[in-house]
């Protein structure tokens, strides 16, 4: 006579039960969302992007007295606008990357972005051989090069694909290229960053 009363009962309570256990997930969710990431974590928005392929400039003249040395082999990566050649150190040409250890603040997340630079050429040339022609020479002593890979222009590969700046001070070859960069909010562009000289030189 109780039986089916009871069965009710228990209807009613499983019921419940599932209600309870969906609000619970829900809540426990939204806490999990809402939390921070640990410290050290990548930021939210994804940190690697598809680079555009290199496209052909024309190249700048050499510097008066520079002779347009050609310079060819395979080419080890020593930060995002400077690499080495047969042991000779080549800064790219109009260009100038994020150094090394800077960083950038992404969606209020420091963002090693000078270590991406690198990582960008890196991939890019991947130790194959390239050919640079040398422009001018620095105060340091390295070779100002226009670089090539396989025809293809490196210098304004990495500020097309926003993983450096256009560097007027010395040249404007790369300016298009940096405002289609900025445009599309392209590597560091997705960013808040110092601009790599000011970086280095302080209130200069």
Same mark, same amino acid.
């Given at each position: 006579? =109780?039986? %089916?009363?009871?069965?009710?009962?228990?209807?009613?309570?499983?019921?419940?039960? $599932?209600?309870?256990?969906?609000?619970?997930?829900?809540?426990?969710?939204?806490?999990?969302?809402?939390?921070? $990431?640990?410290?050290?974590?990548? %930021?939210?928005?994804?940190? =690697?992007? +598809?680079?555009?392929?290199?496209?052909?400039? %024309?190249?700048?003249?050499?510097?008066?007295?520079?002779?347009?040395?050609?310079?060819?082999?395979?080419?080890?990566?020593?930060?995002?606008?400077?690499?080495?050649?047969?042991?000779?150190?080549?800064?790219?040409?109009?260009?100038?990357?994020?150094?090394?250890?800077?960083?950038?603040?992404?969606?209020?997340?420091?963002?090693?972005?000078?270590?991406?630079?690198?990582?960008?050429?890196? +991939?890019?040339?991947?130790?194959?051989?390239?050919?640079?022609?040398?422009?001018?020479?620095?105060?340091?002593?390295?070779?100002?090069?226009?670089?090539?890979?396989?025809?293809?222009?490196?210098? $304004?590969?990495?500020?097309?694909?926003?993983?450096?700046?256009?560097?007027?001070?010395?040249?404007?070859?790369?300016?298009?290229?940096?405002?289609?960069?900025?445009?599309?909010?392209?590597?560091?562009?997705?960013?808040? =960053?110092?601009?790599?000289?000011?970086?280095?030189?302080?209130?200069?």
């Amino acid at each position: 006579m =109780f039986r %089916p009363r009871r069965r009710l009962l228990r209807g009613r309570w499983a019921v419940v039960l $599932a209600v309870l256990v969906g609000v619970l997930g829900g809540v426990l969710l939204a806490l999990d969302l809402s939390s921070p $990431a640990p410290r050290g974590a990548p %930021p939210p928005s994804a940190v =690697f992007q +598809r680079d555009l392929p290199a496209a052909a400039i %024309p190249a700048p003249q050499p510097a008066p007295g520079t002779g347009g040395l050609i310079i060819t082999g395979r080419a080890s990566i020593i930060d995002g606008d400077t690499i080495e050649v047969r042991g000779r150190r080549i800064r790219l040409h109009g260009i100038d990357a994020p150094e090394k250890a800077q960083t950038c603040l992404r969606n209020g997340w420091l963002w090693e972005c000078g270590r991406d630079a690198t990582a960008a050429l890196d +991939r890019l040339i991947g130790g194959r051989a390239v050919t640079c022609t040398e422009l001018d020479v620095d105060h340091y002593g390295r070779s100002v090069a226009q670089c090539l890979l396989n025809g293809q222009d490196v210098n $304004a590969w990495m500020v097309r694909n926003g993983w450096a700046v256009a560097y007027r001070r010395f040249s404007d070859a790369y300016v298009g290229a940096e405002a289609e960069a900025r445009a599309a909010r392209r590597g560091i562009w997705s960013s808040r =960053f110092e601009m790599p000289e000011s970086h280095r030189h302080p209130g200069r």
